[in-house]
């Protein structure tokens, strides 16, 4: 997933000089299916590999190019490749994650929200455990922390299924203990009011609000201490 998200920033910015995408390394082959999936290129791109006898659900180094069209393509793009008989979930990245944690890894909220129209599955984890939920924590916003497209994007995942307290698996570490940290306190309180349980502790003991604490996110911590004193019905 980091190489994934340095290199969506390399890609942001050639877009934004006009410049042909990288290629991840070590792979030439991958030149021609990135260079269809820019935006610039429109649906056409993507049409002339589907004529030439790509497959949809090509796999591109560790990713599938679905999963690299969520990051760097429009949505108008993303769904001409769902259309065409990209599968929403299959094949995943080299950790077990589907293209709809890659978009929301790289805060493409307009391509996640394309991707659960046409039936990408809400409830998926990386091998390692890990949510849409996780990802989505961890994911700034062009201003900040938080944004309305983020939290409209974490009421549909929840609305969804999307496990509140699944743990990754090595750390033990929940949505909400990431939302802690990054002091998103929209995202704390969508949580809760969801049923995140806040007194789980990760593996080295710390629950939400002492990684709040500890990162110095006063607002979030507030908040955790005062919906660990609000009466339970």
Same mark, same amino acid.
């Given at each position: 997933m980091t190489e994934l998200l340095n290199w969506s920033e390399q890609a942001a910015r050639a877009q934004a000089t006009n410049k042909p995408i990288p290629p991840l390394p070590g792979d030439e082959y991958a030149v021609h299916f990135l260079n269809a999936l820019a935006?610039? !290129?429109?649906? !056409?791109? %993507?049409?002339?590999?589907?004529?030439? $006898?790509?497959?949809?659900?090509?796999?591109? %180094?560790?990713?599938?190019?679905? $999963?690299?069209?969520?990051? %760097?393509?429009?949505?108008?793009?993303?769904?001409?490749?769902?259309?065409?008989?990209?599968?929403?979930?299959?094949?995943?990245?080299?950790?077990?994650?589907?293209?709809?944690?890659? !978009? %929301?890894?790289?805060?493409?909220?307009?391509?996640?929200?394309?991707?659960?129209?046409?039936?990408?599955?809400?409830?998926?984890?990386?091998?390692?455990?890990?949510?849409?939920?996780?990802?989505?924590?961890?994911?700034?916003?062009?201003d900040g922390t938080t944004c309305p497209a983020k939290q409209s994007l974490a009421k549909r995942l929840l609305a969804m299924k999307t496990p509140v307290?699944?743990?990754?698996?090595?750390?033990?570490?929940? !949505?909400?203990?990431?939302?802690?940290?990054?002091?998103?306190?929209?995202?704390i309180e969508l949580l809760l009011a969801d049923g995140a349980d806040p007194s789980l502790?990760?593996?080295?003991?710390k629950t939400a609000l002492m990684l709040a604490e500890q990162a110095d996110r006063r607002e979030a911590a507030a908040l955790l201490r005062q919906h660990g004193k609000a009466p339970k019905h």
């Amino acid at each position: 997933m980091t190489e994934l998200l340095n290199w969506s920033e390399q890609a942001a910015r050639a877009q934004a000089t006009n410049k042909p995408i990288p290629p991840l390394p070590g792979d030439e082959y991958a030149v021609h299916f990135l260079n269809a999936l820019a935006p610039s !290129a429109g649906t !056409a791109g %993507i049409a002339r590999m589907l004529q030439a $006898g790509a497959s949809p659900n090509a796999c591109l %180094i560790d990713m599938s190019w679905l $999963g690299y069209a969520t990051v %760097i393509s429009t949505p108008a793009q993303v769904r001409y490749l769902l259309d065409r008989g990209a599968r929403p979930d299959e094949p995943r990245d080299s950790d077990g994650g589907t293209p709809l944690m890659s !978009a %929301i890894a790289a805060s493409r909220w307009d391509n996640a929200h394309v991707l659960l129209d046409l039936g990408a599955s809400a409830v998926a984890m990386t091998d390692g455990g890990m949510t849409a939920l996780h990802l989505l924590a961890m994911a700034s916003c062009p201003d900040g922390t938080t944004c309305p497209a983020k939290q409209s994007l974490a009421k549909r995942l929840l609305a969804m299924k999307t496990p509140v307290n699944a743990r990754v698996r090595r750390q033990g570490t929940t !949505a909400l203990m990431l939302a802690a940290l990054r002091g998103d306190v929209a995202l704390i309180e969508l949580l809760l009011a969801d049923g995140a349980d806040p007194s789980l502790k990760n593996q080295r003991g710390k629950t939400a609000l002492m990684l709040a604490e500890q990162a110095d996110r006063r607002e979030a911590a507030a908040l955790l201490r005062q919906h660990g004193k609000a009466p339970k019905h």
